[in-house]
């Protein structure tokens, strides 16, 4: 798929282009490497007896830290680190819908789920400033102010919905002959070429000036833009997305694009995060992002891994999420989201009804359950396409409502303590060679849930593997002791078991003799 895409659109990626720079290693021997330098490095962790890091600098800050237990080891880590914040109690409610095409239909899709029992807590529209199409699907109009041609009275209905916080969209790049991007140019906000022009950079047949958020005044001013137009608007959170794109050789108001490429987007979430206090909004709004940097820990409330293609692939489709969650979890990323159904269609790849169950499934047992209609809505089966999907879409998002006293006390402990909120298996079983398998593609979800998404298509039933004793399947009431297990697995269904002697077995009961 990356070949393919480079062939033939240039999009497979690029050294500079890593949206999550940062120098972070957690090590089995219950000790972590933070590399506390922002320059360009290489950090080789190839050999078994060593480890090197090649950087581009002339001084070196390197923090080591050992600690008798995963728990204590994040928990330093994130005091190094920074963390998040408890989201907001209506955003781990519901659904996030994620829907675009202007004010009626998104309206009309809201009510569609509501009238068929789809508890949705926001409706999230990326294309509120409006959109264009290109070869890779359809984009956006990267200039944020209201579309009011696309979205006429969006003002006035988020203003009246009292039953849903709606969302939108921002990243800091400005599209060439915006209103914005006038004004940046106007006042030399951009990040410039060594010529002293301003850099310019194509993200996909449109070029874009990139915000210089190292100039105190740039900085100041697209602040003030998140101040005025999102908040301004009403939106109760949006996607602060992208972040990553600096090139090298960028000169910016402090510093070369080299020095500061691996803090950008750290830089991005504080932006976001100043606005909403500056609008003392703290606690009520949520934005989330995928790029992130050392120290963005403080500033993100919520992350998600990216655009991931709408299929079963384990390098970027539905397994892959799992495998990225818990890699966040472990440098200090503790509340995830995801695109349930996948992002990404190109060439032969379409989501279909199965997929989008499974997703959703898998969706439920996260702090955020939220929808993405894909670059090409089109050619992609979506949650609102009949009762087939809007009747277990429901179920699930009841499910998720019932998790919520749970979800919430894991969001408080992940603020607290740094500890994940998605947890790998060897957080449990450190001694067993296989909790370090990626491939179980299964977590721990706070303290005393198991969670083992299906990922692949057809499976009636799963394989898997449970550390410990005292696993109670959460839809049967069974007692499994430790070992593999061979779960029954329908649609609906995954299999979930949760630790006997929880303080919330009661709650756990509930939800299995309610959807069981």
């Known amino acids: 798929m990356t070949r393919l895409a480079d062939a033939l659109d240039g999009s497979g990626g690029d050294y500079h282009t890593t949206f999550f720079p940062q120098p972070t290693m957690v090590s089995s021997r219950l000790y972590f490497a933070h590399l506390e330098n922002y320059e360009y490095a290489e950090l080789d962790l190839r050999e078994k007896n060593f480890h090197e890091i090649g950087l581009w600098s002339t001084s070196l800050r390197l923090k080591l830290c050992c600690r008798e237990s995963f728990p204590a080891l994040l928990e330093s880590l994130t005091a190094l680190l920074g963390r998040q914040m408890p989201l907001p109690d209506w955003s781990m409610k519901g659904l996030w819908l994620g829907v675009q095409g202007g004010t009626e239909r998104a309206v009309a899709l809201e009510n569609r789920c509501r009238e068929s029992g789809v508890d949705l807590s926001a409706v999230w529209i990326q294309d509120w400033e409006g959109k264009r199409v290109t070869s890779f699907g359809s984009r956006l109009q990267w200039d944020w102010r209201w579309n009011r041609e696309r979205y006429p009275d969006l003002d006035r ?32 906000y951009f990040v410039r070429r060594e010529d002293g022009s301003d850099y310019l950079f194509d993200f996909g047949e449109y070029n874009c000036g990139v915000v210089d958020l190292t100039d105190p005044e740039a900085y100041s001013w697209y602040k003030n833009v998140i101040k005025t137009n999102l908040i301004g608007m009403g939106f109760r959170g949006w996607m602060a997305d992208f972040g990553e794109y600096l090139p090298a050789d960028a000169v910016c108001h402090e510093g070369s694009g080299l020095e500061n490429h691996n803090k950008w987007p750290m830089l991005w979430a504080k932006c976001n995060r100043e606005a909403v206090q500056e609008a003392e909004k703290e606690g009520e709004i949520v934005f989330f992002m995928r790029a992130g940097a050392a120290g963005s820990q403080a500033y993100a409330p919520l992350i998600w891994a990216g655009d991931q293609c709408v299929d079963w692939s384990e390098d970027d489709g539905l397994p892959s999420v799992i495998t990225a969650a818990l890699s966040l979890g472990m440098s200090g990323f503790g509340l995830h989201t995801c695109d349930a159904g996948g992002y990404t269609t190109l060439f032969h790849l379409k989501r279909d009804r199965e997929l989008l169950l499974r997703w959703l499934e898998f969706a439920c047992f996260t702090p955020v359950m939220r929808t993405h209609e894909g670059n090409r809505p089109e050619s992609n089966v979506q949650l609102y396409d009949g009762e087939e999907l809007l009747a277990p879409a429901a179920r699930l998002t009841a499910i998720h409502n019932a998790l919520f006293p749970y979800l919430k006390t894991c969001g408080e402990e992940n603020a607290r303590t740094g500890t994940p909120v998605m947890r790998p298996l060897f957080w449990e079983a450190p001694d067993e060679e296989i909790a370090w398998s990626h491939k179980l593609y299964s977590y721990l979800l706070g303290n005393d849930l198991l ?16 550390p410990g004793n005292g696993w109670i399947h959460l839809w049967t009431g069974q007692a499994l002791s430790e070992g593999w297990a061979e779960v029954s697995s329908p649609l609906g269904l995954p299999p979930v078991f949760y630790r006997s002697g929880s303080s919330f077995a009661d709650l756990f009961t509930s939800i299995g003799s309610i959807f069981g």
């Open 451 to 466: 969670v083992a998404p299906v990922v692949s298509p057809g499976a009636e039933s799963r394989k898997v593997w449970l």
């Open 157 to 188: 209905i988020i203003r009246e919905d009292g039953k849903t916080a709606w969302m939108g969209y921002i990243n800091p790049y400005l599209v060439e002959g915006g209103v914005l991007f006038r004004e940046a140019e106007e006042k030399r």
